[in-house]
Every structure is written in C-alpha cells, then in structure tokens.
C-alpha cells in the first residue's frame, strides 16, 4: 500500500459546479496536510495548508482533514475554467521530514 | 519578489550521456530541495540542502547523480550517465528560514527527455 493514494482522475466538471478532491493516507504520524495546484509546464505551488485534524477555509477553496479516517479533501465552490488544473497533496510528519506527494488529480472546468 | 530559477527549461539527450541542472532559490531561502516528478506522479524528493549542508538525500541515486549548492545559494543537480528511466520533470524548490518546510516554492522545473 502506498503511503499517499489519489485519484488521478481526470475530472471534469461545468463551470460553477462544486468539486471535491480526496486523498487517503496510511502512515498515521502524518500532521502536516497540504493541497498544491500545478499548472500544465509549471512548478506546484501551495493552494491550502492545514496542521492536524479540522477544516480551513480560503475564498473558494475549503480543505478538511480527518485523522481518524486517515483522508483529506479539498473542496473548491464556483469552480471556474482557471481552476483547471492538477491538485497534488501532501503531508508530512513532524520534525524536518520530507513532504510526501500523492500523483494529484487532473481538473477541467468546463465553460 | 523573484522567484525560484531553473535552466534549461527543456533537454533531450540520449542514454549514457551526462545532464546538468541549475536552481537558483528565493533570496533569503536557506533551504533547497530537487524533486523529480515522472509524468503522472507526484514530485519525489531527491535532495534538500539547508545552507551548504545535506539534509536528507536517501533517495538520490548516488551511483549517478550528484548535487551541490554552491556558498549557499545557486544549486545544480546531475546525472551521469543517464538511463531512459530519467526521463521526468527537475523541480527546484526553496523554502525560508521559518521551520515552515512544507510552504515549498517551485520553479518551473527542467523537462529531461533520455532518448
């Protein structure tokens, strides 16, 4: 079993649907939880960040992490076409340890 | 504020020839990091340097890469000889010097294609 499983998809969606977007996990010492977003030819870069259990929320994107499940999901609301992406998460233990990655999950919103 | 440089930004060699990869972090970053990410997977560290010290490089491929960062600053990943199985996108990535290692600011990264 691989430490970070994500569908990657590709999903795709109109504009202005809700999309959510989910990870699974199984190293239980994980506390850090982020989502990236990757353009196509570009470098990712940090959507959402959130430490531990609970949820956060930023404009159109809400990200929710629920430990005892071991799973993640990003919720993005009024999805336009420039949130077409790949959404890629990631975790980590405490201390200085390196970010896991999962293969991320190809987004188009259609217009 | 500029952000993290890589060049080249394409290279096609073929197998058993050498490559190299430069990365030039965000002023003030001290901590850089070499993912390679194979087209449809997510980014794999490969190398994190803080400062001119090696952090965690237990998934470089030793018997033919090699990483420096010079003074600090610029780094430049390589790869000799290379194997078909290199072929992937070279992310570079910085982070301040805040203990926040999971705000990860990429470059655009090097597409390497071994033909």
């Known amino acids: 079993q691989k430490e970070v499983e994500q569908d990657p998809g590709p999903l795709s969606v109109p504009e202005g649907a809700i999309v959510s977007l989910n990870c699974t996990y199984s190293?239980?010492?994980?506390?850090?939880f982020m989502w990236y977003r990757q353009y196509s030819r570009k470098g990712p870069e940090l959507l959402m960040y959130?430490?531990?259990?609970g949820n956060k929320e930023d404009g159109r994107f809400t990200a929710q992490v629920d430990k005892s499940s071991k799973y993640i999901s990003l919720f993005i609301r009024d999805s336009q076409p420039s949130d077409s992406a790949t959404y890629l998460c990631a975790m980590r233990n405490s201390g200085n340890t390196p970010l896991v990655f999962g293969k991320g999950t190809r987004l188009s919103v259609i217009a | 504020e500029a952000g993290v440089a890589q060049s080249p930004r394409y290279k096609i060699i073929e197998k058993r020839q050498s490559v190299a990869f430069w990365c030039n972090p965000i002023s003030g970053h001290a901590t850089l990091y070499w993912y390679q990410q194979i087209l449809g997977q997510g980014p794999k560290l490969l190398i994190q340097f803080q400062n001119n010290g090696v952090v965690d490089d237990s998934q470089l491929p030793k018997d033919r890469f090699s990483a420096e960062r010079l003074k600090g600053v610029d780094s430049t990943l390589k790869i000799q000889p290379a194997k078909l199985e290199d072929s992937a996108v070279y992310l570079c990535?910085?982070?301040?010097?805040?203990?926040?290692?999971?705000?990860?600011?990429f470059g655009s990264g090097t597409q390497l294609s071994v033909l």
């Open positions: 990535a910085s982070s301040p010097p805040t203990g926040s290692n999971e705000k990860l600011f």
């Open positions: 959130t430490y531990s259990s």
């Open positions: 190293n239980s010492a994980f506390q850090y």
